[in-house]
């Protein structure tokens, strides 16, 4: 089974600033997707971002982006001008293109902002 | 009502008790999936429905049953919990379960489960 690491368990930034959060996964496949998954505190887990494997051009949603090297199988992700509504738990997730109902969640990393 | 939906949201239950989360989603999704998340630890997939037949058991003891009558409907019976099994339980769906294409799965808020 493939297996997703966030090394961060917590991260803080301070208001308008950029932070990026890491995360690595393990695989031996060539296809997959990789998404990072918002949690904030007591509310739904939300889709923030994805990417496929096979797309060389890292995928970019407002303030959100991400940088996705293949080779070293790392996907961070960078938020930009960080607001209070960025506080919450970042989940890295990574779905094989070969076995589609499996998704492997990282551990998580906690965001704080600070005003 | 839009999105995915749980119920309820907070139960408590003792070890002998029988209780039943339900799920619904409204997005016309053909899967739908049961997580369980603890503390400090990845997401744990349990259960995984694609069209209506269960296509994943991963190993979950059998004091969790799920059912699944059609595609916008996934209920998880309890029965006899241990207070180890305390956790959020999540459910989420997704278009499909094909390898190809994001399918990238929607989640409810949770069923915040103690076990006494």
């Known amino acids: 089974a493939q297996t997703v690491t966030q090394s961060q368990p917590e991260m803080s930034v301070q208001e308008a600033e950029t932070v990026t959060l890491s995360c690595t996964y393990d695989?031996?496949?060539?296809?997959?997707?990789l998404f990072w998954y918002k949690q904030p505190p007591s509310r739904q887990m939300i889709l923030v971002i994805r990417?496929?494997?096979?797309?060389?051009q890292n995928a970019t949603e407002n303030r959100f982006s991400v940088n996705f090297q293949k080779a070293a199988k790392s996907f961070s992700l960078k938020i930009s001008d960080s607001q209070l509504g960025d506080a919450a738990m970042y989940f890295c997730?990574?779905?094989?293109?070969?076995?589609?109902?499996?998704?492997?969640f990282g551990t998580g990393t906690s965001l704080t902002v600070i005003p | 009502e839009t999105g995915v939906t749980q119920t309820p949201r907070h139960l408590v239950m003792g070890m002998t008790n029988k209780k039943s989360l339900k799920c619904e989603q409204h997005?016309?999704?053909?899967?739908m999936y049961w997580y369980k998340q603890s503390a400090k630890k990845p997401l744990e997939l349990m259960f995984v429905?694609?069209?209506?037949?269960?296509?994943e058991n991963n190993s979950v003891p059998s004091r969790f049953s799920p059912e699944c009558p059609n595609s916008s409907h996934l209920f998880l019976h309890l029965h006899t919990l241990q207070p180890e099994d305390s956790a959020l339980y999540l459910c989420?769906?997704?278009?499909?379960?094909?390898?190809?294409?994001?399918?990238?799965?929607?989640f409810g808020p949770g069923t915040r489960l103690t076990v006494l």
């Open positions: 997730a990574y779905r094989s293109w070969n076995t589609g109902n499996q998704f492997y």
């Open positions: 990417q496929e494997a096979y797309k060389q």
């Open positions: 695989t031996s496949e060539s296809d997959y997707y």
């Open positions: 429905y694609n069209f209506k037949e269960q296509t």
């Open positions: 989420a769906s997704s278009p499909g379960t094909s390898g190809r294409g994001y399918n990238e799965q929607f």
């Open positions: 997005l016309g999704h053909n899967a």
